[in-house]
């Protein structure tokens, strides 16, 4: 396996369960060795994802208010570089991000592989969200912002999700990234055992140096980043830690702990491990 920023050399670096982790010798890129990419998407993002705990969520659902604010924080921080236009969401689930945005007076589509999720935001949150994903996606318009909150680390080819991202843009168009932070201190404290090695869900971790690499390669340059303000609610914290904690008798006391989190507890994540960034085309 070449690096997919730099085409460098990869090695393995470590394991998770069956997945092999690997790094770029040159740029430091990590990635996951997958079996098979084919129907990658089908296959793991599926109603168990959003539903079935572990490192996916218990009930996404339970999210939609968090998220929502979630999307308005970054429309308020947008709003500094560009009025509201058309928006591309990709991955947007059931649309809460993007019913952010279209608040704060952006006209939005979404894209999201799982059918039941793009049928709940068209149905019960009168989002316009399709079917489909990115490194497919055709449309003839041009977006003045196209958003991958929480979704770039989840492409088996994230090159080719940054040139249709780019493609889909408008002269000056924004692309705007919140990515796990590979560079954080929280990731080297924990090691392989940080809770975003989640493999095959997640399959790439970034530093900011190669998003940049990406955009630059796609004639988009880097014009803001920062750190995000997240929150989580107890049930998917709570499925976090447990997922993480593993089946020994030693995580069995801290399990017990865990039920007493609340699952409608809205809990702020400290956000160290994490950054956005924000690019504009050339």
Avoid at 39 to 67: P, Q, R
Avoid at 68 to 79: C, D, L, P, T, V
Avoid at 82 to 88: E, I, T
Avoid at 102 to 129: C, F, H, Q
Wanted: overall charge negative.
């Amino acid at each position: 396996m070449n690096c997919q920023i730099c085409d460098g050399v990869t090695r393995r670096l470590f394991q998770i369960s069956q997945y092999p982790i690997r790094v770029c010798e040159d740029c430091g890129h990590q990635s996951a060795e997958l079996p098979s990419v084919t129907d990658h998407v089908a296959n793991i993002y599926d109603d168990e994802y959003f539903f079935g705990g572990g490192a996916g969520y218990t009930d996404y659902l339970m999210e939609s208010e968090l998220l929502i604010g979630h999307g308005r924080r970054y429309a308020q921080i947008i709003s500094g570089y560009v009025n509201p236009g058309l928006m591309l969401d990709v991955g947007a689930a059931a649309g809460f991000l993007l019913k952010g945005f279209v608040d704060s007076g952006w006209t939005g589509l979404g894209i999201e592989p799982n059918r039941r999720m793009a049928e709940y935001a068209r149905s019960e949150m009168k989002m316009n969200v399709d079917v489909g994903s990115l490194e497919s996606f055709e449309d003839e318009r041009r977006f003045d912002l196209i958003t991958m909150i929480q979704v770039i680390g989840h492409f088996v080819d994230v090159g080719l999700a940054f040139e249709v991202a780019a493609k889909h843009l408008a002269p000056s168009g924004l692309l705007l990234v919140e990515s796990w932070d590979r560079e954080s201190w929280t990731a080297r404290l924990f090691g392989k055992r940080w809770h975003e090695y989640s493999p095959p869900s997640v399959v790439h971790w970034f530093s900011r140096s190669e998003l940049t690499q990406l955009g630059a390669r796609n004639q988009l340059q880097q014009v803001a980043v920062g750190r995000p303000s997240k929150w989580l609610n107890g049930g998917h914290a709570r499925s976090l830690l447990n997922h993480k904690l593993g089946a020994s008798r030693f995580a069995r006391p801290l399990k017990q702990l865990t039920r007493l989190i609340p699952s409608r507890l809205p809990i702020p994540y400290p956000s160290e491990d994490l950054f956005w960034m924000l690019f504009q085309k050339d």
